[in-house]
């Protein structure tokens, strides 16, 4: 388990205050998103006019299970990893994870804050800024732990091209986009306004990280269902833009293209598989498929990068899967990740494999799908296994403890019932009407 070297292709950002304050001045910052405290002391975000109902979405990380469900209001209610840097590798090491790939969580998750702005002028350069914050001020404060991920003004191809070449250039080896872009009133990924984008991102070699829960949400039945059925359902609703993705001509004009699925998970992918197989056989006929020769499943092993938490069934699996196509992700600070016992976990659902195959599941396939070269130009792999990062942290003696932290119940008191969908729902509107 210590000699494991763990690379976690998906983590998130609770955007810190002073994220704007070293890239912009004038107008350009005083115009920035911002932070902004209510009369009861929470947090949120303001920009261009519209508020941000939350700003630590699900961050629950090192609270004790019982106020998993207390919804963070407040920066103070965070573990420091959620939005500091410096406290971020100090997580990572007592967690045994040598590098991330980190998602915004508030303002920054798939641009959205920025596509809903009405002065599209002022959100492309705050996006801009945004990224280079990224870039400048996280990703290079420690080189090689961090895999530079970008955010997109897909609402304006010609600056969506600019910003790929320049990101490009700047180190980026990735960026994000929504799964579905036609819930952002863009076409949809088989329009020819994308036609741009693709060519920029195969003439870049920059991968795609297509994030769970941004274009196809997990339906849930009611809002008289409880909670825990729609959490079960998430990582299946994945299956559905997935479906959408594997149908494009692109695929086939770009056979080097690389789309990460972004906490999908891999149980399902077997299943998936076959069955765009066996509807390719029967209806091609048909259907005018571009899958004539070449079958759905082997363009997925193709183009597609899995990333699971915790997935027993899928690495059971893996053969069905491909060993290519799998990386681990930690999902810091939300409340599906494993932290700071993740060694422990992922070795007990890895260990049947052999050393070649988990080499690849933990740190090779990522290394290869993000072209992230710099992490063996910064690092020798011999410090950063799973022992060298937390002897690291034991030296430093990092606190993991859980703590309570405050925050909002979806309802207060106890409830004879379990809690719904709509309970969740309430809490969020009941916060921005009274915010607003």
Not at 224 to 253: C, K
């Amino acid at each position: 388990m210590n000699d494991m070297v763990l690379i976690s292709v998906d983590d998130h950002i609770c955007e810190p205050p002073t994220m704007f304050d070293n890239q912009l001045s004038g107008d350009l910052l005083a115009s920035a998103p911002k932070l902004r405290i209510d009369k009861n002391g929470k947090n949120f975000w303001e920009y261009q006019g519209r508020l941000k109902g939350s700003v630590g979405l699900n961050a629950v990380v090192g609270r004790p299970f019982e106020e998993y469900g207390m919804e963070p209001t407040s920066l103070d209610q965070l573990r420091d990893g959620c939005y500091d840097v410096h406290a971020r590798i100090d997580d990572m090491d007592v967690n045994g994870i040598a590098a991330s790939m980190c998602f915004g969580n508030s303002i920054v998750f798939d641009g959205q804050t920025f596509h809903q702005a009405p002065d599209k002028n002022l959100a492309l350069r705050h996006m801009q800024a945004a990224n280079d914050w990224h870039y400048e001020e996280w990703c290079m404060a420690y080189p090689g732990r961090f895999i530079p991920l970008g955010v997109l003004p897909t609402w304006d191809m010609d600056a969506t091209v600019s910003e790929i070449h320049r990101l490009a250039k700047k180190g980026f080896r990735a960026v994000q986009m929504n799964e579905n872009p036609t819930v952002q009133g863009l076409p949809s990924i088989h329009n020819d306004y994308w036609d741009p984008f693709f060519k920029a991102i195969a003439d870049t070699d920059t991968t795609v990280a297509l994030h769970i829960g941004s274009g196809n949400p997990a339906p849930h039945a009611s809002m008289e269902t409880p909670i825990e059925a729609w959490i079960s359902t998430m990582p299946l609703s994945v299956a559905q833009g997935v479906a959408d993705w594997l149908q494009l001509e692109e695929l086939h004009a770009y056979p080097d293209m690389r789309i990460a699925i972004s906490e999908g998970s891999i149980g399902w992918v077997p299943y998936f598989m076959e069955r765009a197989d066996f509807s390719n056989w029967r209806h091609k006929a048909w259907t005018h498929s571009r899958f004539q020769e070449l079958k759905p499943s082997d363009l997925f092993r193709r183009h597609f990068l899995n990333c699971f938490v915790d997935d027993r069934f899928g690495l059971r699996h893996i053969e069905e899967i491909g060993e290519d196509n799998v990386a681990y992700e930690c999902d810091y600070p939300h409340s599906d990740t494993l932290w700071p016992e993740v060694p422990e976990y992922l070795w007990d659902s890895v260990k049947h494999l052999t050393d070649e195959q988990i080499d690849k599941v933990t740190y090779g396939n990522a290394l290869r799908w993000f072209r992230f070269d710099d992490f063996l130009q910064h690092n020798r792999l011999e410090d950063m296994t799973v022992g060298a990062c937390r002897a690291r942290a034991a030296a430093k003696a990092v606190d993991v403890s859980p703590k309570s932290s405050g925050g909002a119940r979806p309802f207060e008191g106890g409830l004879p019932r379990p809690v719904t969908s709509g309970d969740v729902m309430t809490m969020f509107k009941e916060h921005a009407e009274a915010r607003a």
